[in-house]
């Protein structure tokens, strides 16, 4: 179980859970809703320009499916490769969600590889938190960027461990070492996680938490996926929190003591 002690404090919310899910790419909204509740997740993202939350009048709405009431909404900029599309689009989603301030910026560079546009990026935060959003921000794994994004009053950085939908899990750990020891807002792990086990080394290098939506709607089984990714975060947390064993290189150490044994 979740040890309710050790939560996850985002722009003065806490949250039990530690992972993150987007809501794109599933089959229906009625398997985004399953998957959603497998992962046990409180926090969901919605790419404001691909999902409709209310802009598409007589259409389907996910807020039907997965009521603000029980999940805080996450609002994104996919699909923006400019800090004036980025700003208008989180604007429109908070007049959607009456006045919600808690957003996560991304703005991407290109189409073939989806990283992020760190001059862009930086423009549009710097908009954003004036306006008085509160931005949670998708980033390269540069740790003088992200430094960056933190001083101009992000409440989340979020360096990406490989590219967006790659599966690729983390390519560049001590990066995201150095991010996380100089870091004093949470760090969230955006992009490129592919199975479980990336999700919990992300956590046992003592991320605050992961995002993820590809990994889990593109699974064979969605649903089964999001549970797995639920127990990887928290095993990944617990591993953290625990401290693991040193690494010993050509020292054999019995794990039974020698005393007292029959010789």
């Known amino acids: 179980m979740t040890d309710k002690a050790d939560v996850l404090t985002l722009a003065g919310k806490a949250y039990t859970s530690r992972l993150l899910v987007g809501t794109g790419k599933y089959k229906d909204f009625d398997q985004t809703r399953a998957a959603i509740e497998a992962s046990g997740s ?11 939350i209310g ?82 921000v998708y980033c390269s794994d ?19 461990a490989s590219l967006i939908g790659s599966g690729m899990g983390i390519l560049n750990p001590w990066n995201l070492e150095i991010i996380l020891d100089r870091a004093k807002v ?21 991320c605050d938490g992961v995002l993820m939506n590809t990994a889990i709607a593109k699974a064979r089984d969605p649903v089964l996926m999001a549970g797995a990714m639920k127990k990887a975060v928290e095993a990944g947390r617990e591993a953290f929190r625990a401290g693991r064993m040193a690494k010993k290189i050509y020292q054999a150490q019995a794990s039974s003591p020698n005393e007292g044994r029959i010789s």
């Open 55 to 136: 802009q598409h009048a007589g259409e389907p709405s996910l807020l039907e499916y997965l009521p603000p009431e029980r999940y805080t909404i996450l609002p994104n900029t996919a699909g923006c490769y400019t800090a004036k599309d980025a700003v208008r689009t989180l604007k429109l989603a908070r007049e959607l969600l009456d006045g919600h301030a808690l957003v996560k910026l991304e703005v991407l560079a290109d189409e073939a590889t989806l990283f992020p546009n760190m001059p862009e990026t930086l423009i549009a935060a710097k908009d954003l938190v004036a306006d008085g959003f509160q931005v949670m």
């Open 42 to 52: 409180q926090i969901i993202t919605v790419a404001i320009r691909r999902v409709n």
């Open 186 to 206: 949470p760090v969230l792990v955006d992009a490129g996680i592919g199975t479980a086990s990336d999700a919990a080394i992300a956590m046992e290098l003592g």
């Open 142 to 160: 540069d740790p003088i960027q992200a430094k960056a994004l933190e001083e101009i009053g992000c409440v989340a950085v979020m360096p990406l």
